[in-house]
């Protein structure tokens, strides 16, 4: 009987001991937030490492020497950035004597969008993928972690999960869905005539703020147009996170590295920005990230955030647009409620069956939020 082939995964702190090439040769080139160059430019920056409460503790899984497998993991001191909230399962941990931090965090830092976390080569990827699991739950118990958690991963990831010992959660997002519209009043064509009208008064409305908006991408992103978005990225940081994730050095790399990957949303007047929308492009979505203003101005957040995105996504055949978490405003705007997953692994077996209970409850509220949600949307019922 042929002996198993002989995977070996170790760990890294710093994503630039690892080549590039090796890096996204595991990626699906749909997503870009698990490319080399963006988690890179989140190190190089310090908006992760040092002081942060996110450590990063990649795991590398080589057969034979080559890299066949990745997973993007950090050692957490908090819960901060993550979007899956374990807040309540930490004081309840430690209400009960336990330490909850640091625990072990697969993920992509401050982005709640969905993509692989089991990064593979596609002719290894089961075997990578239950070696990174494997070797990040003994990681965790060996170093009495309390916990391990793998969230915004993919139907699939979320599926095998429980496989190898790790609790499902569910959670919501809004996206919207491309229908495969030749424009945007195709899209609109297909809503209720109440909210039909209410968007096209609500895009009027946000168009009369006194000046123009524009998309920018790749070379058309200029410096200049990132010292505007830090005022705005700054302004929204302080009063949602109370500090932003981000350090102002990310946006100077995001300038060399990643404007290709970028869709900067722009409202000026006057001579100068005023608000701005953050989104990143993928293979198939558009990802919207951060959003900011220097004036308040009716309905330009909607038009910047949303239905800008939309313009862009129909213009470029992109199949969806994922509009961050959280905001059942989305609804109205033609973003369908949409199931985000996550998986998690406990160490402390009393504490895990308590908190599998909770997540058996809240999948079924989850499930039923979403059907109603569903029921309720912006598009035409059949008989309208």
């Not at 809004?174 to 030749?182: K, P, V």
């Not at 970028?262 to 990802?287: C, M, P, Q, S």
């Not at 199931?339 to 499930?367: C, K, M």
């Amino acid at each position: 009987m042929p002996e198993s082939p002989q995977i070996e995964v170790s760990v890294i702190g710093d994503i630039s001991t690892i080549p590039a090439t090796d890096w996204d040769a595991c990626t699906d080139g749909q997503d870009p937030f698990t490319t080399h160059r963006f988690l890179l430019a989140l190190e190089e920056s310090g908006s992760v490492g040092d002081g942060t409460g996110w450590a990063p503790r990649h795991l590398v899984a080589r057969l034979e020497g080559e890299i066949i497998g990745l997973m993007p993991l950090y050692a957490k001191g908090h819960s901060q950035g993550e979007y899956v909230f374990d807040h309540a399962w930490a004081g309840a941990y430690e209400r009960a004597g336990g330490r909850y931090y640091p625990k072990l965090q697969c993920a992509v830092p401050f982005t709640p969008a969905t993509g692989r976390r089991l990064l593979a080569k596609s002719e290894h990827s089961e075997l990578a993928s239950g070696a990174l699991l494997t070797s990040a739950m003994q990681i965790a118990e060996e170093n009495h972690v309390s916990s391990f958690h793998i969230t915004f991963c993919t139907e699939a990831e979320y599926t095998h999960g429980p496989k190898y010992g790790l609790m499902q959660r569910t959670g919501q997002q809004f996206h919207w869905e491309n229908d495969g519209y030749a424009n945007f009043d195709a899209f609109l064509a297909k809503l209720s005539s109440r909210k039909r009208k209410m968007i096209r008064k609500e895009r009027r409305l946000a168009q009369e703020f006194g000046g123009e908006i524009i998309q920018l991408t790749g070379d058309q992103i200029q410096p200049e147009h990132w010292d505007a978005f830090w005022q705005f990225y700054q302004d929204t940081g302080a009063r949602k996170w109370g500090t932003p994730y981000l350090t102002r050095e990310f946006f100077n790399i995001a300038q060399q590295t990643l404007r290709d990957d970028i869709l900067l949303v722009l409202a000026k007047r006057d001579g100068h920005y005023i608000a701005g929308a953050l989104n990143f492009i993928g293979g198939e979505t558009l990802f919207g990230r951060y959003w900011g203003c220097a004036e308040d101005h009716p309905y330009l957040h909607f038009e910047l955030c949303y239905y800008q995105a939309i313009d862009y996504a129909i213009a470029h055949r992109l199949a969806r647009v994922e509009a961050g978490a959280q905001g059942e405003h989305k609804l109205a705007r033609g973003y369908m409620p949409s199931p985000v997953y996550s998986l998690h692994w406990i160490g402390d077996e009393g504490f895990e069956r308590a908190v599998n209970q909770f997540l058996t409850d809240e999948r079924a509220a989850v499930d039923e939020d979403i059907e109603f949600l569903a029921a309720i949307g912006p598009f035409k019922k059949s008989g309208d």
